[in-house]
């Protein structure tokens, strides 16, 4: 069977996304959770669906949902959703950030 897991960084971006798209409307905050779910499952059916992105590490692949991007990885029996970013904000820095801790 094939699934997806989610990084507890990934968790904490959901969070987040959740919390400023609810200032405008909880139904329009679940709804875009609601379809960054979705896409997770679209994924894990077609993991090579998304772009190949080895300028921010070996094996990340990106995929755009609305204005979020959803960064993953490929893994047995499906996916790792590593985070879900803003599609404005510096993606490397976070990334490099990310690396040093």
């Known amino acids: 069977m094939q699934n997806f897991r989610i990084s507890t960084a990934a968790e904490s971006d959901l969070t987040h996304i959740w919390i400023y798209r609810a200032e405008s409307g909880e139904t329009q905050a ?5 379809k960054l ?3 997770f499952t679209v994924l894990v059916t077609f993991p090579e669906a998304g772009r190949n992105r080895p300028e921010i590490k ?3 692949r990106s ?3 609305e204005h979020h991007v959803i960064f993953y990885r490929p893994i047995d ?4 959703v590593v985070r879900i970013l803003y599609g404005t904000r510096d993606i490397e820095s976070v990334f490099s950030d990310n690396a040093s801790k």
């Open 63 to 65: 995929f755009v949902v």
């Open 58 to 60: 070996e094996g990340l």
């Open 30 to 34: 679940d709804e875009l959770i609601e």
């Open 77 to 80: 029996r499906g996916i790792e």
């Open 37 to 39: 779910v979705e896409q």
